[in-house]
């Protein structure tokens, strides 16, 4: 690997967005492709967090500073990904379900999964079923993420899940949980595809659901 991309990665790792946003721009100038900068300098850089993360080596607010060095680099790169079409390979649609207004686990997330190369659109908090049908639909969506901290409101899951299937949708789409509620049991009951305990694990989940 360059220099440049190794750097960007230990950047990253460190949470040093100034720098990430700089070399993203560098690496472009010096004639790599977008493409080749996302996989092997941002992407690479936040797998090695998303390791540490699940290790237990990282903890929330650094993994949070080093998505936001990647939101830096992808600044960068987004008008160019998106002209050359190789932005949305995958999209996934998030929330956390309708009555529950905790959001912190679900940016966790949501920024993980960007951080790994997938298109994200974040409904936000107390998220109905129609709208997550709305979403799923209007955006040809591959990835239902949903995710709830209440035990109260976690039948919306299943609510959610059944809307799918009435839309028609359910075939076309698969359905992560998660939340600290949640367990692979529940997840099971109510039909999702599959359930991940954090959100390194929602990254390797939906690469293996989408593999
Ligand atoms: Co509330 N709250 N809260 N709260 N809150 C909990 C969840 C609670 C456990 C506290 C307690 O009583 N000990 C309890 C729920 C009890 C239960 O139902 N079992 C509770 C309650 C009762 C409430 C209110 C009802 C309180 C009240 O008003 N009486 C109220 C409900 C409001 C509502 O939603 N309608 C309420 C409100 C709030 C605040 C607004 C004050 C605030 C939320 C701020 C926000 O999110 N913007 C808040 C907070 C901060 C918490 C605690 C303290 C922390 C939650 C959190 O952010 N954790 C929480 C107690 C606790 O957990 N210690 C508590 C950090 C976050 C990174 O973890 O979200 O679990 P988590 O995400 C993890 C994994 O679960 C996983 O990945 C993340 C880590 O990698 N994950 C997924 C999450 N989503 C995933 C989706 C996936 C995969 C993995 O795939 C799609």
């Known amino acids: 690997m360059s220099n440049i991309l190794e750097q960007m990665q230990k ?8 720098e990430v946003g700089t070399a993203t721009q560098k690496a ?7 493409q080749e900068i996302l996989s ?4 690479g850089g936040m797998d ?8 237990g ?5 650094e993994v949070l500073m080093s998505a936001k060095a990647m939101h830096a680099g992808m600044a960068v790169l987004r008008p160019l990904l998106a002209e050359s079409g190789a932005l949305s390979l995958v999209k996934i649609v ?3 379900i309708a009555g529950d207004l905790h959001d912190i686990g679900k940016n966790l997330v949501g920024m993980m999964l960007e951080g790994a190369g997938f298109e994200i659109i974040d409904l936000g908090t107390d998220v109905s079923p129609e709208k997550f049908v709305e979403a799923v639909r209007a955006e ?8 709830a901290l209440l035990t109260t409101t ?18 076309s789409v698969k359905v992560i949980v998660g939340g600290a509620p949640v367990t692979a049991g529940f997840a099971e009951d109510i039909g999702a595809d599959a359930y991940a305990p954090d959100a390194a694990s929602a990254v390797d989940t939906a690469r293996s659901l989408m593999a």
């Open 11 to 18: 950047d990253l790792y460190d949470g040093k967005a100034d």
């Open 28 to 34: 472009l100038d010096e004639g790599m492709s977008a």
């Open 40 to 43: 092997d300098g941002l992407i």
């Open 48 to 55: 090695e967090v998303g390791k540490d993360f699940k290790a």
């Open 57 to 61: 080596d990282l903890f929330i607010p």
């Open 94 to 96: 998030i929330g956390t």
């Open 140 to 147: 040809g969506a591959d990835l239902v993420g949903m995710s």
């Open 154 to 171: 976690m039948p919306s899951m299943k609510a959610t899940i059944e809307a799918l299937t009435e839309a028609g949708l359910r075939d």
